[in-house]
């Protein structure tokens, strides 16, 4: 049974840092393009950052560029998203997403150009995030 699981999620000051993990079990995550997104209720849910199976291609949203990094170690069947000068408009549950189809490239969309849901491979179940004020 494949498994995505988010951690490091908090309450943390505006301002401040965290790191999450999105740790994968029953999946070799080096064949996956691993991407995050989040969502707060009543909104749609955003996607945010990708990462292609070997680092090759990353993407962020404007939303988190230059303040965002993700990274991967395949060694460890992780991927990393570190969340640096975090703003109270970043609380959200954030979750992580493989993805073989987008392996090379990677993806975020939530919707294709087709308006269709783009669907991922697994999802993990969430970590939430909270930036006060």
């Known amino acids: 049974q494949v498994q995505l699981v988010e951690s490091g999620g908090g309450l943390v000051q505006s301002g401040g840092s965290l790191r999450l993990s999105c740790v994968a079990s029953?999946?070799?995550?080096?064949?996956?393009?691993v991407s995050w997104f989040r969502q707060v209720p009543g909104k749609e849910r955003e996607g945010i950052s990708c990462?292609?199976?070997?680092?090759?291609?990353?993407f962020y949203a404007d939303s988190v560029k230059g303040r965002f990094t993700i990274s991967r170690d395949n060694a460890k069947n992780t991927v990393f998203l570190q969340m640096d000068n975090l703003k109270p408009e970043d609380s959200a549950v954030y979750y992580c997403?493989?993805?073989?189809?987008?392996?090379?490239?990677?993806?975020?969309?939530?919707?294709?150009?087709?308006?269709?849901?783009?669907?991922?491979?697994?999802w993990g179940q969430g970590t939430q995030v909270t930036v006060s004020s």
């Open positions: 997403a493989a993805d073989w189809a987008s392996r090379r490239r990677c993806t975020y969309v939530v919707v294709t150009t087709y308006g269709k849901r783009y669907e991922y491979d697994y």
């Open positions: 029953g999946l070799t995550l080096d064949t996956h393009a």
């Open positions: 990462v292609s199976i070997l680092s090759e291609n990353t």
